[in-house]
C-alpha cells in the first residue's frame, strides 16, 4: 500500500484526531491497522468516512490508511472524515468549493463544556430543597 505518492489531512473533532493518508488504490481502508469495517463495526460510521469520496465522485478510487488517537466512536469518525476530505482538499484546489459546500472541511468546534463548582455537570444543579 506505501507509494511515494501520498496525501495526507489531520481532522480532528471533539477529542480525537486523525492522520489520514490517500492513496490511489482499490478502496482499501486500513484504520490503526485494522481493516475500516473491523475498526468502525458501527452501522454508518464507514458511510461517513467515505463520505467526502462519495461527493467528488472518487469513491473505491483511493486506498485510505488512518492513524486514530483520543475520543470516542462517533468523534473518530467524524475526525478521519475531515482528515480524508483536507487530504482530498490538498490533492486537488478544484475539490475544495465542493467539499466545502457539503461542509467536510470545517472542523466541528464543539466539545464537552467544562463542569462548575457547586453545579453536578456543567449545567445540572444540585435538587433544590425547601427544608
Not at 16 to 21: D, H, P
Not at 79 to 96: E, F, I, P, T
Amino acid at each position: 500500500m506505501m507509494t511515494d505518492r501520498f496525501f495526507e489531512g489531520i481532522g480532528r473533532r471533539k477529542n480525537s484526531t486523525a492522520r489520514v493518508r490517500i492513496v490511489p488504490g482499490s478502496g482499501a481502508i486500513l484504520i490503526n491497522a485494522k481493516p475500516g469495517a473491523e475498526y468502525f463495526p458501527r452501522l454508518g460510521d464507514l458511510d461517513r468516512v467515505l463520505a467526502p469520496l462519495r461527493a467528488v465522485q472518487f469513491e473505491g478510487k483511493f486506498d485510505i490508511s488512518a492513524v486514530v488517537s483520543g475520543g470516542g466512536i462517533s468523534g473518530q469518525t467524524t475526525a478521519v472524515q475531515h482528515g480524508v476530505a483536507r487530504a482530498l482538499a490538498k490533492m486537488d484546489s478544484n475539490l475544495r468549493p465542493i467539499l466545502r459546500q457539503a461542509g467536510m472541511l470545517t472542523r466541528d468546534a464543539r466539545v464537552k463544556e467544562r463542569k462548575k463548582p457547586g453545579l453536578k455537570r456543567a449545567r445540572k444543579a444540585p435538587t433544590y430543597t425547601k427544608r
